[in-house]
Protein backbone atom coordinates (compact mmCIF):
# COMPACT_ATOMS: atom_id res chain seq x y z
CA UNK A 1 0.00 0.00 0.00
CA UNK A 2 3.20 2.39 1.08
CA UNK A 3 3.92 1.69 -2.55
CA UNK A 4 1.12 2.22 -4.34
CA UNK A 5 0.41 5.87 -2.40
CA UNK A 6 4.07 6.61 -3.14
CA UNK A 7 3.70 6.27 -6.94
CA UNK A 8 -0.15 7.77 -7.46
CA UNK A 9 1.73 11.23 -5.31
CA UNK A 10 4.41 11.09 -8.21
CA UNK A 11 1.49 11.53 -10.74
CA UNK A 12 1.62 15.40 -12.38
CA UNK A 13 -1.51 16.48 -12.79
CA UNK A 14 -1.03 20.03 -13.91
CA UNK A 15 -0.24 20.79 -17.42
CA UNK A 16 -1.56 17.28 -18.83
CA UNK A 17 -4.35 16.41 -20.46
CA UNK A 18 -7.33 14.55 -18.40
CA UNK A 19 -7.24 11.29 -20.30
CA UNK A 20 -3.18 11.10 -19.80
CA UNK A 21 -3.49 11.19 -16.45
CA UNK A 22 -6.18 8.85 -16.14
CA UNK A 23 -4.30 6.45 -17.85
CA UNK A 24 -0.96 6.84 -15.93
CA UNK A 25 -3.37 6.25 -12.79
CA UNK A 26 -5.34 3.08 -14.50
CA UNK A 27 -1.46 1.78 -14.98
CA UNK A 28 -0.33 2.08 -11.40
CA UNK A 29 -3.56 0.54 -10.45
CA UNK A 30 -3.35 -2.47 -12.82
CA UNK A 31 0.19 -2.72 -11.15
CA UNK A 32 -0.57 -2.37 -7.55
CA UNK A 33 -4.31 -3.47 -6.67
CA UNK A 34 -3.59 -6.62 -5.21
CA UNK A 35 -5.32 -9.58 -7.86
CA UNK A 36 -6.13 -6.97 -10.30
CA UNK A 37 -5.25 -8.48 -13.67
CA UNK A 38 -6.87 -5.73 -15.84
CA UNK A 39 -8.11 -1.86 -14.65
CA UNK A 40 -10.06 0.63 -16.21
CA UNK A 41 -11.49 4.15 -15.39
CA UNK A 42 -15.19 4.69 -16.04
CA UNK A 43 -16.22 8.14 -15.74
CA UNK A 44 -20.12 9.37 -15.80
CA UNK A 45 -21.28 12.38 -17.54
CA UNK A 46 -25.17 12.42 -16.80
CA UNK A 47 -26.34 9.79 -18.86
CA UNK A 48 -23.80 8.48 -20.86
CA UNK A 49 -20.80 6.43 -19.52
CA UNK A 50 -17.42 5.75 -20.76
CA UNK A 51 -14.45 4.21 -20.13
CA UNK A 52 -11.80 6.80 -20.06
CA UNK A 53 -8.47 4.78 -19.43
CA UNK A 54 -8.02 1.25 -19.00
CA UNK A 55 -5.13 -1.18 -18.88
CA UNK A 56 -6.46 -4.42 -19.88
CA UNK A 57 -8.58 -5.71 -23.09
CA UNK A 58 -10.27 -7.53 -20.56
CA UNK A 59 -10.99 -4.44 -18.72
CA UNK A 60 -12.45 -2.93 -21.30
CA UNK A 61 -14.30 -5.64 -22.92
CA UNK A 62 -15.79 -6.13 -19.87
CA UNK A 63 -16.65 -2.33 -19.78
CA UNK A 64 -18.30 -2.32 -23.02
CA UNK A 65 -20.63 -5.25 -22.03
CA UNK A 66 -22.11 -3.28 -19.20
CA UNK A 67 -22.32 0.00 -21.75
CA UNK A 68 -24.31 -2.33 -24.22
CA UNK A 69 -26.77 -3.91 -21.36
CA UNK A 70 -26.56 -0.18 -19.34
CA UNK A 71 -26.08 -2.31 -16.55
CA UNK A 72 -23.38 -3.73 -14.26
CA UNK A 73 -21.13 -3.14 -11.46
CA UNK A 74 -19.24 -0.21 -12.72
CA UNK A 75 -22.05 1.40 -13.73
CA UNK A 76 -23.69 1.25 -10.39
CA UNK A 77 -20.62 2.22 -8.46
CA UNK A 78 -20.62 5.27 -10.91
CA UNK A 79 -24.24 6.46 -10.39
CA UNK A 80 -25.21 5.41 -7.02
CA UNK A 81 -21.56 6.14 -5.11
CA UNK A 82 -21.14 2.45 -3.61
CA UNK A 83 -18.34 0.00 -3.99
CA UNK A 84 -19.77 -3.42 -5.52
CA UNK A 85 -17.73 -6.08 -5.43
CA UNK A 86 -18.27 -9.85 -7.50
CA UNK A 87 -16.28 -12.45 -5.93
CA UNK A 88 -17.64 -15.43 -8.80
CA UNK A 89 -19.65 -14.57 -11.79
CA UNK A 90 -20.55 -18.40 -12.30
CA UNK A 91 -22.72 -17.37 -9.00
CA UNK A 92 -23.61 -13.90 -9.22
CA UNK A 93 -27.13 -13.31 -9.41
CA UNK A 94 -26.95 -9.60 -9.89
CA UNK A 95 -27.16 -7.85 -13.38
CA UNK A 96 -27.98 -11.52 -15.07
CA UNK A 97 -27.26 -10.22 -18.98
CA UNK A 98 -24.42 -8.80 -18.23
CA UNK A 99 -22.96 -11.55 -16.11
CA UNK A 100 -24.24 -13.73 -18.78
CA UNK A 101 -21.76 -12.27 -21.14
CA UNK A 102 -19.05 -10.93 -19.19
CA UNK A 103 -18.24 -14.87 -18.26
CA UNK A 104 -17.06 -15.59 -21.97
CA UNK A 105 -14.78 -12.81 -21.43
CA UNK A 106 -12.71 -14.92 -18.93
CA UNK A 107 -13.45 -12.47 -15.85
CA UNK A 108 -14.12 -14.01 -13.01
CA UNK A 109 -14.40 -11.48 -10.26
CA UNK A 110 -14.33 -7.75 -10.19
CA UNK A 111 -14.26 -4.45 -7.97
CA UNK A 112 -15.89 -1.48 -8.59
CA UNK A 113 -14.79 1.47 -6.51
CA UNK A 114 -16.76 4.82 -7.31
CA UNK A 115 -15.00 7.83 -7.45
CA UNK A 116 -16.47 10.78 -5.48
CA UNK A 117 -16.80 14.15 -6.36
CA UNK A 118 -18.53 17.20 -4.76
CA UNK A 119 -20.23 14.96 -2.91
CA UNK A 120 -21.68 12.73 -5.46
CA UNK A 121 -20.12 10.06 -7.82
CA UNK A 122 -18.67 10.75 -11.33
CA UNK A 123 -17.59 7.37 -12.14
CA UNK A 124 -15.84 4.29 -10.61
CA UNK A 125 -12.07 2.60 -11.08
CA UNK A 126 -13.23 -1.01 -11.94
CA UNK A 127 -10.46 -4.26 -11.29
CA UNK A 128 -11.10 -7.54 -13.04
CA UNK A 129 -9.80 -10.88 -12.62
CA UNK A 130 -10.03 -14.05 -13.94
CA UNK A 131 -9.75 -15.78 -10.68
CA UNK A 132 -12.31 -16.29 -8.38
CA UNK A 133 -12.63 -13.83 -5.15
CA UNK A 134 -9.26 -11.88 -6.37
CA UNK A 135 -10.23 -9.00 -4.55
CA UNK A 136 -11.75 -10.02 -0.78
CA UNK A 137 -9.19 -8.91 0.95
CA UNK A 138 -9.09 -5.54 2.45
CA UNK A 139 -5.85 -4.60 1.02
CA UNK A 140 -7.41 -4.66 -2.24
CA UNK A 141 -10.49 -2.56 -1.22
CA UNK A 142 -8.24 0.05 0.35
CA UNK A 143 -5.61 0.00 -2.73
CA UNK A 144 -8.90 0.49 -4.95
CA UNK A 145 -10.17 3.59 -2.47
CA UNK A 146 -6.68 5.09 -2.66
CA UNK A 147 -6.53 4.66 -6.52
CA UNK A 148 -10.22 5.88 -7.14
CA UNK A 149 -9.21 9.59 -4.66
CA UNK A 150 -6.66 10.63 -6.98
CA UNK A 151 -8.60 10.20 -10.28
CA UNK A 152 -11.37 12.00 -8.50
CA UNK A 153 -8.49 14.92 -7.41
CA UNK A 154 -7.31 14.79 -10.96
CA UNK A 155 -10.65 15.53 -12.40
CA UNK A 156 -11.50 17.95 -10.11
CA UNK A 157 -7.69 20.06 -11.05
CA UNK A 158 -8.49 19.04 -15.10
CA UNK A 159 -11.85 20.99 -14.15
CA UNK A 160 -10.60 23.42 -12.36
CA UNK A 161 -8.33 23.92 -15.38
CA UNK A 162 -11.08 24.18 -18.24
CA UNK A 163 -13.31 26.69 -15.52
CA UNK A 164 -9.97 28.76 -15.81
CA UNK A 165 -9.18 29.03 -19.08
CA UNK A 166 -12.74 29.54 -20.22
CA UNK A 167 -13.07 32.60 -17.56
CA UNK A 168 -9.89 33.67 -19.72
CA UNK A 169 -11.51 33.21 -22.55
CA UNK A 170 -14.41 35.03 -21.41
CA UNK A 171 -12.54 37.85 -20.41
CA UNK A 172 -10.26 37.93 -23.62
CA UNK A 173 -13.47 38.51 -25.30
CA UNK A 174 -14.85 41.25 -23.25
CA UNK A 175 -11.66 43.33 -23.79
CA UNK A 176 -11.69 42.64 -27.38
CA UNK A 177 -15.38 43.87 -27.42
CA UNK A 178 -14.64 46.90 -24.94
CA UNK A 179 -12.05 47.76 -27.40
CA UNK A 180 -13.91 47.72 -30.61
CA UNK A 181 -16.85 49.43 -29.07
CA UNK A 182 -14.43 52.47 -27.95
CA UNK A 183 -13.18 52.63 -31.62
CA UNK A 184 -16.51 53.07 -33.02
CA UNK A 185 -17.25 55.78 -30.41
CA UNK A 186 -13.89 57.58 -31.39
CA UNK A 187 -15.12 57.56 -35.28
CA UNK A 188 -19.16 58.45 -34.21
CA UNK A 189 -17.58 61.39 -32.05
CA UNK A 190 -14.93 62.37 -35.36
CA UNK A 191 -18.00 62.24 -37.87
CA UNK A 192 -20.99 63.43 -35.92
CA UNK A 193 -19.48 65.97 -33.29
CA UNK A 194 -20.83 64.02 -30.48
CA UNK A 195 -19.69 63.49 -26.89
CA UNK A 196 -18.81 59.72 -25.49
CA UNK A 197 -21.90 59.33 -23.86
CA UNK A 198 -23.73 60.69 -27.00
CA UNK A 199 -21.79 58.02 -29.23
CA UNK A 200 -22.50 55.44 -27.34
CA UNK A 201 -26.25 56.19 -27.50
CA UNK A 202 -25.94 55.88 -31.30
CA UNK A 203 -24.24 52.77 -30.63
CA UNK A 204 -26.69 51.52 -28.46
CA UNK A 205 -30.40 52.13 -30.51
CA UNK A 206 -28.39 50.94 -33.61
CA UNK A 207 -28.07 47.40 -31.22
CA UNK A 208 -31.63 47.62 -30.96
CA UNK A 209 -32.66 48.78 -33.78
CA UNK A 210 -31.17 46.11 -35.92
CA UNK A 211 -31.57 43.69 -33.10
CA UNK A 212 -27.86 42.65 -33.18
CA UNK A 213 -25.27 42.74 -30.91
CA UNK A 214 -23.49 46.38 -29.74
CA UNK A 215 -19.99 44.56 -30.27
CA UNK A 216 -21.07 43.75 -33.79
CA UNK A 217 -22.81 47.07 -34.95
CA UNK A 218 -19.26 48.50 -33.58
CA UNK A 219 -17.30 46.30 -35.57
CA UNK A 220 -19.32 47.34 -38.51
CA UNK A 221 -18.58 50.57 -38.02
CA UNK A 222 -14.80 50.45 -37.40
CA UNK A 223 -14.46 47.59 -40.72
CA UNK A 224 -16.32 50.59 -42.80
CA UNK A 225 -13.81 53.46 -41.72
CA UNK A 226 -11.01 51.07 -42.26
CA UNK A 227 -12.23 49.94 -46.17
CA UNK A 228 -12.31 53.77 -46.70
CA UNK A 229 -8.58 54.32 -46.37
Same mark, same amino acid.
Given at each position: ?5 ? #? ?9 ? *????? &? ?17 ? +???? &? ?13 ? #? ?7 ? !?? &???? #? ?9 ? #? ?10 ? %? $????? +? &? ?16 ? =? ?10 ? =????? *?? $???? %? ?7 ? =???? $? ?25 ? %? ?6 ? !? ?9 ? =? ?11 ? $? ?10
Amino acid at each position: MEELLR #DLSRVTLGGRE *LGEVL &GEITGIAARAVPGAEAVST +TMVR &GDKAFTAAFSGQMAL #DADELQYEE !DS &GPCL #DAGRGGVVLRV #DDMRTEQRWPAY %V $ARVRR +T &GVRSSLSVPLPYQGSSIG =ALNVYSTEPAAF =ATPES *LA $AGLG %VAETIAVAV =ANAD $AHAQLAEQARNMRIAMESRAVIEQAKG %VLMAQRHV !DPEQAFEILRE =ASQRYNRKLRDIA $AGIVAGVQNAR
